[in-house]
């Protein structure tokens, strides 16, 4: 049995993106737990539990997406409304960079057969 990619990125990815940006929204930004679950679509409760590290710790990002994740950040504390098209920003350079495979490798092993592969007529 395995998991669709989307299923990966629903149970792996957008958290970790999300604890990130939490991360930086409330130590960086100075906002509270409420306002950054706001802008990230979860409750303050969700903001409270990945800061304390008891959601959304089984992968590691690399530096080089932190970086974007940090730019997003930024934008988001001016601007909330882009809370989406910033989110959508950040896993499509986890695809394109190979971010999320990496993780697909570690929990979703039975894919790797089916992914990438050329149709078959």
Do not use: F, H
Request: hydrophobic share 35%.
């Amino acid at each position: 049995m395995y998991l669709l990619p989307q299923e990966i990125e629903v149970w792996y990815i957008i958290p970790a993106v999300r604890k990130e940006l939490a991360r930086l929204l409330t130590k960086e930004y100075g906002l509270s737990y409420e306002k950054a679950g706001n802008i990230l679509g979860v409750s303050k409760a969700a903001v409270s539990q990945y800061l304390s590290n008891k959601r959304a710790n089984k992968i590691t990002i690399t530096a080089e997406i932190k970086k974007e994740i940090a730019r997003s950040a930024k934008l988001l504390s001016v601007n909330p409304k882009l809370a989406i098209s910033e989110m959508q920003r950040i896993l499509k350079l986890m695809k394109d960079t190979k971010c999320s495979c990496e993780v697909c490798k570690k929990y979703n092993k039975d894919v790797l057969q089916y992914c990438g592969s050329e149709p078959q007529y």
